[in-house]
């Protein structure tokens, strides 16, 4: 998929979320670029997931794990399955 592509692909969405939460389409659309790394990323291709948004327990819908780097605020890894 192209840059242009993705762009267009998402702005409806960029466009939505101001109207709704007044978030600018371009923050919207830079961090949808830097989560997803251009909606190629393996939780953008098979879930559609541009933020790597996880799920809590609150969730009825459908999951899927990952394994995952995250940093914590002294900058020690952590890897999770989740």
Known sequence: ????????QIRQGALQTFETYNILPSITA???????????????????????IKADQSWQGDKKAYSTKEYDKNNKLILNNS
């Open 30 to 52: 830079a961090q949808s670029i830097l989560e997803s790394n251009w909606g190629k990323s393996k939780l953008a291709r098979e879930c559609l997931n541009l933020f790597g």
């Open 1 to 8: 998929m192209t840059k242009e592509l993705f762009l267009e």
